[in-house]
């Protein structure tokens, strides 16, 4: 028996084989832990690997998904985020009786140890404990090597209305182990105008390619501020693409 991130109990016959994925970023961790043929449904943000959205059943997107085509797949396993998915959705999906393993990632910490949790959970313990490993390994090196980046960063996440990543996201706490000072205080993903990101005394705004697509032509919105455009999936997927953001790091910032 395991248990979820919301403390619920998830008591499986055995390693499930009918998975569907609500985490686009778990869906291309599942992948990484070699149980690609045990995915049968993902969402349409599910966009790693590429191939995976034509070859399986889309369930709708993170929020709103389709209830009624995932209890068609007959899934024995659902995952899923606190964050991401509705609550509505999976307590819908457990009353039809649907095994729903949900997570809560905020921190780089409870990241690391999710790719052992979901290794477990899906049978591939072993791999899932030689990715955490990893994970802790290059990011722990990576930060003794990187460049010095103690500035104060304000990152965006949508725009009309702008919202920003609050202090318990996950993103601020990859800001943090990176060595960025991030902006604001406030908790979850606080609505402020440019106006109050310049009064900060924020020294970057970070406009990431998602959720947001920020484009290059939205920098000139933040007039009197100095704006970078950043990988979205590098600063706010967690599981395998962790594996990647080391060598993003360093390249990007190397030469600043």
């Known amino acids: ?51 995976l959205r034509r070859e399986r059943t889309r369930v709708g997107g993170t929020k709103g998904v389709r209830v009624d085509v995932i209890l068609d797949l007959q899934p024995d396993l659902v ?19 649907v095994p729903c393993w949900v997570c809560n990632v905020r921190t780089v910490e409870r990241a690391f140890r999710l790719l052992a949790d979901l290794g477990e959970l899906v049978g591939a313990a072993e791999r899932g404990r030689e990715m955490e490993a990893e994970a802790r390994r290059i990011w722990e090196s990576g930060r003794e090597t990187a460049p010095s980046l103690d500035l104060r960063i304000a990152y965006a996440v949508w725009r ?9 996201a996950y993103i601020q706490s990859v800001l943090r182990w990176w060595g960025w000072s991030p902006w604001p205080e406030d908790t979850r993903y606080p609505e402020l105008d440019l106006d109050a990101v310049r009064q900060a005394g924020v020294d970057e705004v970070f406009l990431p390619s998602e959720p947001f697509p920020f484009k290059a032509a939205h920098k000139a919105e933040c007039e009197g501020l100095d704006a970078r455009l950043v990988d979205g999936e590098m600063f706010s997927w967690y599981g395998s693409r962790m594996l990647h953001v080391p060598r993003y790091i360093a390249s990007e910032w190397s030469a600043d």
């Open 160 to 168: 009309n209305p702008w919202m920003w990543a609050g202090s318990d």
């Open 1 to 51: 028996m395991t248990v979820d991130d919301r403390g619920f109990p998830l008591d499986l016959a055995g390693p499930p084989q009918r998975i569907i994925s609500l985490v686009p970023s778990l869906t291309e961790t599942l992948v990484d832990l070699g149980v690609e043929d045990r995915i049968v449904g993902l969402t349409k943000f599910c966009i790693h690997p590429d191939h």
């Open 79 to 97: 995952i899923a985020n606190i964050e991401e998915n509705d609550a509505q959705d999976i307590m819908a999906l457990e009353i039809a009786g």
